[in-house]
């Protein structure tokens, strides 16, 4: 099945304490999004890669970091988590020349007490 | 600068009317796409519709419709007969054009939260 997963689902975490959330596609699509979604903002990109080795920054980078070193995965990567960090998290999927829409993942709903 | 506007930040309706989600946009691409993407209780996104600017054509599918008017740079989506189910918070979105590829990047509205009362 064509999906995009990402994990966990859920996370609680301390203020400082490093995470990962990881992001894997099994479409063999070369862009990839993450995008946090926040009450009366709707989603904004955080990073986008628009293939391997090849990332820049979106709208909401501050505090973020991704990394693109194969094709499938696009994990984000927040090393020093603050509380205004706590929000659900998007990964996405395209193929690129061809707007088909994203896929998404379920998202990660994370907060940072 | 792209940007998407959905004014209308929850609609409450009685089971059976009739609905309609604004959405208006604003880009300098002359090509680009609009999406209506869903979000129910449980999270995700389900992705409803995607029109590109050259296609005014209204869509529809069931009870579901779209209407594109690029004079007022609007792309409502209307409900009819809503359901319980339908509620949910609905997202438009914009794609846009970077160096000729339209799919790396979309710009969200802030969401409409629809009510569904039966």
């Known amino acids: 099945e064509a999906q995009v997963t990402q994990n966990p689902r859920y996370l609680i975490t301390v203020t400082g304490k490093k995470l990962t959330v990881t992001c894997s596609q099994n479409m063999n699509h070369e862009y990839m999004s993450w995008y946090r979604q926040d009450p009366g903002l709707g989603l904004r990109q955080i990073y986008y890669s628009m293939n391997v080795e090849v990332t820049d920054k979106g709208d909401v980078p501050e505090g973020y970091k991704v990394s693109r070193k194969e094709k499938r995965n696009f994990p984000l990567i927040l090393e020093s988590p603050s509380p205004n960090q706590t929000s659900l998290y998007f990964c996405a999927s395209s193929l690129r020349g061809t707007p088909s829409g994203y896929t998404f993942g379920s998202g990660t709903r994370l907060t940072v007490v | 600068a792209q940007k998407v506007t959905q004014a209308q930040t929850e609609i409450s309706v009685v089971e059976k009317e009739d609905v309609t989600l604004d959405c208006v946009y604003e880009?300098?691409?002359?090509?680009?796409?609009l999406f209506w993407y869903k979000q129910p209780p449980s999270g995700e996104l389900v992705f409803l519709i995607r029109r590109n600017s050259f296609d005014e054509q209204n869509e529809i599918s069931g009870r579901y419709s779209w209407n594109f008017q690029k004079s007022t740079s609007s792309f409502n989506f209307t409900i009819t007969a809503s359901q319980v189910v339908d509620s949910a918070v609905y997202f438009c979105?914009?794609?846009?054009?970077?160096?000729?590829?339209?799919?790396?990047?979309?710009?969200f509205g802030s969401g409409t939260r629809l009510l569904v009362r039966p």
């Open positions: 880009t300098r691409d002359t090509t680009y796409y």
């Open positions: 979105a914009l794609s846009e054009d970077y160096r000729g590829d339209s799919s790396y990047k979309l710009i």
